[in-house]
């Protein structure tokens, strides 16, 4: 297919892609272009330079934090975070779900960076960022800013990147201590977009008997990933038990208006959001009594 | 690379070939394979990153060419299913394709073969759980992927005969 005439710059650092990207309006970085190449296609963007950054060192690594979390490198790829021992060792469930976008070919090119920038409701890695407290570092020509993951998501294709912003890295605190993660996604066909999602984060109490802690996160019943305050509420100090999760997670999007199509009604989505807010919360409790820092379960 | 232009130098290495070209900013690596090169073996199916019949090896990582922009591949190595057999002998992957029927139209074999030999180098011997797994971004409309799935097996155990195809028995190029 041929893309609307465009210019292409592959900058030798990330000062000289800010350079450019605070130039002009129409400069739009260029990482694994796993979505851009298609919006280009399409022409639902007009874009007057590709900004590469794809192969811009400081934007590619995975480095242990002094305090034992993460810095993921906006231009890491899934390939990257699955393979990554780091990733692996302290936030599992962060390699696993990066495991399962699409297919290999796209995770040898889509980056993490990518992956949040297009703010895609039903992107994957939204939701597990919130749940884990994840931080986006932000740079421009002018300075830098932390942007929590739960304030960078503004609304469809929308994130918190002023012009001439980039996104260099994204920094995921270390997990607390008896501390584990789930995932749940519900999709009608494995190559289908998911209809609802949740990711969760639970801090277990010394014994081990009861909920600490929690982060349930909750993507595609609104236009970004959100937090559910009254779950988490009714889950902090409850039993860790099946029950009592099913329980505190019976109230689990009411109130909230998820999109309706072809795929599913409002109301069964607000249904199977308890449903996976139970099922990831369960596993982030079984995640956090085993050895992984985190599981998964169902499709992409 | 440090000036922003509409089209750019692209030296590459294409099946151990080197090649210098000048490319338009907005061309897809799989034109510049098939429009520019010749190469015409590797496949456009979709053109929207879907389907993975243009699938090929950029600095030994499995990508689809349709979703790549071909400045972006200058000083990379390319391996397309041109590279595959030798001599006219088919790869005992592509052998395997032959003797276990793993492809009806053909028009999804060069992603296919891609595919599964990015998964043979990365897991030498995978599981059927692994191969679907590998050529999960490569849609086939004829075969329902059992034998493709077989002949990937078959293959990675190294139980194609090796046989040289009917074709180059008959010392017909292939």
């Known amino acids: 297919m041929l893309l609307e005439q465009v210019e292409y710059v592959r900058p030798e650092s990330v000062g000289d892609a800010l350079e450019i990207l605070a130039s002009d309006d129409g400069a739009a970085p260029l990482a694994g272009g796993q979505s851009l190449v298609n919006v280009l296609k399409n022409r639902v963007a007009s874009v007057d330079v590709l900004v590469d950054i794809s192969r811009l ?30 990733v692996r060792e302290s936030h599992w469930l962060l390699g696993d779900v990066a495991a399962h976008i699409e297919d290999q070919q796209i995770r040898n090119k889509g980056t993490i960076g990518g992956n949040c920038c297009l703010s895609d409701p039903t992107n994957n890695l939204p939701p597990v960022l919130v749940a884990l407290d994840a931080v986006m570092e932000l740079r421009s020509r002018t ?46 066909a494995a190559d289908a977009k998911a209809l609802v999602r949740a990711a969760a984060r639970v801090t277990l109490d010394e014994g081990g008997a009861t909920i600490a802690d929690s ?72 995640a956090a009594r085993g050895s992984r820092n985190g599981s998964t379960a169902g499709g992409k | 690379m440090g000036e922003r232009a509409t089209s750019h130098s692209v030296t590459v290495e294409v099946n151990g070939e ?9 061309q897809l690596l799989v034109h510049f394979l098939r429009d520019t090169l010749g190469l015409t073996g590797t496949h456009i199916g979709c053109d929207t990153g879907n389907c993975g019949a243009c699938s090929v090896i950029v600095d030994g990582k499995l990508v689809k060419s349709c979703m790549i922009l071909a400045p972006q591949v200058d ?89 040289r195809s009917v074709h180059a028995a008959a010392g017909e190029e292939v």
Do not use: W
Not at chain 1, 57 to 86: F, K, M, N, Q
Not at chain 1, 143 to 164: N, Q
């Open chain 1, 57 to 86: 060192a400081e934007l590619s690594s995975i480095v242990r934090t002094a305090d034992g979390g993460l810095s993921i490198g906006a231009c890491v790829t899934y390939d990257a975070l699955d393979r990554s021992p780091e």
């Open chain 1, 143 to 188: 300075g830098e800013r932390s942007v929590p993951a739960a304030d960078f998501f503004k609304g469809y294709f929308a994130t918190a990147l002023e012009p001439g912003e980039l996104l260099v890295s994204i920094t995921v605190p270390p997990m607390p201590e008896r501390s584990g993660a789930g995932y749940a996604s519900l999709a009608v």
């Open chain 2, 75 to 163: 000083g990379a190595k390319i391996e397309t299913v041109e590279s595959l057999a030798q001599d006219g002998a088919l790869s005992p992957l592509q052998e395997s394709f032959h003797e276990h029927h793993a492809l009806q139209c053909g028009y999804c074999t060069p992603g296919m073969l891609m595919s599964a030999t990015y998964l043979l180098r990365q897991n030498p011997e995978p599981s059927d759980e692994e191969i679907r797994r590998g050529i999960r971004g490569n849609v086939c409309r004829c075969t329902g992927y059992v034998n493709i799935v077989e002949a990937i097996r078959e293959a990675s155990r190294g139980q194609a005969t090796g046989r």
């Open chain 2, 18 to 26: 080197k090649v210098s070209r000048i490319v338009a900013a907005r």
């Open chain 1, 215 to 286: 982060r349930l996160v909750l993507a595609r019943v609104a236009h970004v990933p959100v937090r559910d305050a009254d779950a988490e509420a009714r889950l902090k100090g409850a039993d860790a038990t099946e029950e009592a999760v099913r329980v505190a997670c019976s109230g689990v999007a009411d109130g909230m208006q998820p999109i309706a199509d072809v795929h599913g009604t409002s109301e069964y989505r607000r249904q199977m959001a308890k449903v996976m807010a139970r099922r990831a919360v369960a596993q982030a409790i079984a």
